[in-house]
């Protein structure tokens, strides 16, 4: 917990740059993370601190944009699984065993008629 604290208090390390130490995508992905190595050595070599605020500002604003996004994707789906389940409900609720029995039946009264 001491490593966090000091990695995101220290004025050099972006929070995303933490997050690639704590959890490595190297093996997943070696161009991705060769390409964001190469940014984040850039961006430290050439922002003044006024330019490392506002970066940071904006990669805040990106991910409260994310999870809202992903909070409203996951909102929608699940609205769509509740009237789903509110017309699957006016038939009756679904029954394997209802429907196994009607699968069984109907041939007989088929044959019967």
Not at 30 to 37: F, I
Not at 84 to 110: N, V, W
Request: proline share 4%; charged share 30%; with cysteine.
């Amino acid at each position: 917990m001491a490593f966090f604290s000091f990695a995101l208090h220290s004025a050099c390390v972006l929070p995303s740059t933490f997050l690639m130490m704590r959890f490595p995508v190297s093996g997943w992905y070696p161009e991705l993370a060769e390409q964001v190595e190469r940014a984040q050595k850039e961006l430290r070599r050439d922002m003044d601190a006024a330019g490392h605020r506002r970066l940071l500002r904006l990669l805040d604003a990106q991910n409260a944009l994310l999870a809202e996004s992903k909070l409203m994707r996951f909102t929608a789906g699940f609205k769509l699984a509740w009237g789903m389940a509110k017309e699957l409900e006016a038939d009756g609720f679904y029954s394997f065993e209802r429907e196994e029995e009607e699968h069984i039946c109907r041939p007989t009264e088929q044959v019967d008629a």
